[in-house]
């Protein structure tokens, strides 16, 4: 008796990204900009949120999806800003994925602006999911070191900018930005740079001045 084997090879991401287009389209039709964050833990994400909220208050409308393995803690620091947040516990899993951001976006408010979706702290697994986003900013906190971009090129990548956090801390680390983004633009070229501290306030006017240029391009069909 002769045994055949056949070897099938399948795309184990192929679901995902159906799912993720299929959101993509939902958000570009309702004109809603979708930006995924990315980081380690710590990064200061939920604090960038925090102080986004302060600059588009009155202006523009935002809501948030939060992904953590437990509690719902971000959400709440979010919703006292009032903003509306729906929380994501994975229970173990280190990232989101696509279908998990369409449940979350039934409980979405239709008339916003931006959707982001903060990811869970992690700068491998989150990089290879696309969740229908068409912005990712990937975060990289002082204290970490400049030295991440080379060690997780996927998540950098991946990212259409890198937003390097808690700026205020230079002083106090051995952290230099500039070896930072020479590093993670060897790898994306066309990687933006923002340079932030969201405690104290500052180059956060000029992240959510490229968001909302994104916003206008999108709405102009031009994203």
Do not use: W
Request: hydrophobic fraction near 45%; charged fraction near 25%.
């Amino acid at each position: 008796m002769t045994t055949k084997t056949i070897t099938v090879v399948r795309d184990l991401l192929a679901t995902n990204k159906q799912a993720a287009a299929a959101i993509r389209a939902e958000l570009r039709a309702r004109g809603i900009l979708g930006v995924n964050l990315l980081s380690s833990p710590g990064s200061g994400k939920t604090t960038l949120l925090e102080a986004l909220a302060d600059r588009f208050r009155g202006r523009f409308r935002m809501a948030v999806i939060e992904g953590d393995i437990e509690t719902e803690r971000d959400a709440e620091r979010v919703r006292a800003k009032g903003i509306p947040a729906r929380q994501i516990t994975t229970g173990g899993a280190c990232h989101l994925e696509a279908k998990m951001i369409g449940q979350a976006l039934k409980d979405v408010p239709a008339e916003i602006d931006f959707l982001f979706i903060e990811n869970v702290g992690n700068l491998v697994c989150p990089a290879s999911y696309d969740l229908g986003e068409d912005v990712r900013l990937v975060l990289l906190s002082a204290p970490e070191g400049d030295d991440k971009p080379a060690k997780y090129p996927q998540a950098f990548l991946s990212a259409d900018a890198l937003v390097l956090t808690k700026s205020d801390l230079l002083p106090y680390l051995p952290f230099d930005p500039r070896t930072a983004a020479a590093e993670a633009q060897t790898i994306k070229p066309s990687l933006r740079i923002f340079r932030i501290s969201a405690l104290c306030g500052d180059g956060v006017d000029g992240l959510a001045a490229y968001l909302v240029e994104a916003l206008e391009r999108l709405r102009s069909g031009r994203a």
